[in-house]
């Protein structure tokens, strides 16, 4: 079981950034693959990026190629998105996701943090 706790969601201007966190329990947090999905009201929940276990390799929606960038910190046990350049339709509640095996579909996705809000206004 893996418990994941988002921070750093808020509300933003047109081309501001903002810095997501996430925080996993689990003694074992290197041997999973951690991301970040987006949904919006009345849509589906959205592949954002994601990052390998050693974090040698990331993967990202064309939507936010360029100006998010995925990290994380195995010895902290956190993962990190760093949105820049951020636009009115990147309002979403984003959640960190996490499973051991490579995903980019929320149906692969073993399991979820309860989102933080991150609202960009124009």
């Known amino acids: 079981q893996v418990h994941l706790v988002e921070s750093g969601g808020g509300l933003v201007q047109a081309g501001g950034s903002l810095r997501l966190s996430c925080a996993a329990s689990?003694?074992?947090?290197?041997?999973?693959?951690m991301g970040w999905f987006r949904q919006s009201p009345g849509k589906e929940r959205d592949f954002v990026a994601t990052i390998s276990w050693s974090g040698d390799s990331t993967y990202y929606a064309n939507s936010v190629k360029g100006r998010f960038t995925i990290s994380r910190d195995n010895a902290e046990n956190t993962v990190y998105l760093q949105m820049d350049s951020l636009k009115p339709e990147d309002t979403a509640v984003y959640y960190c996701a996490a499973s051991p095996r490579p995903y980019y579909s929320s149906r692969s996705v073993d399991y979820w943090g309860k989102g933080t809000l991150v609202t960009v206004s124009s």
């Open positions: 689990t003694r074992t947090f290197s041997s999973y693959v």
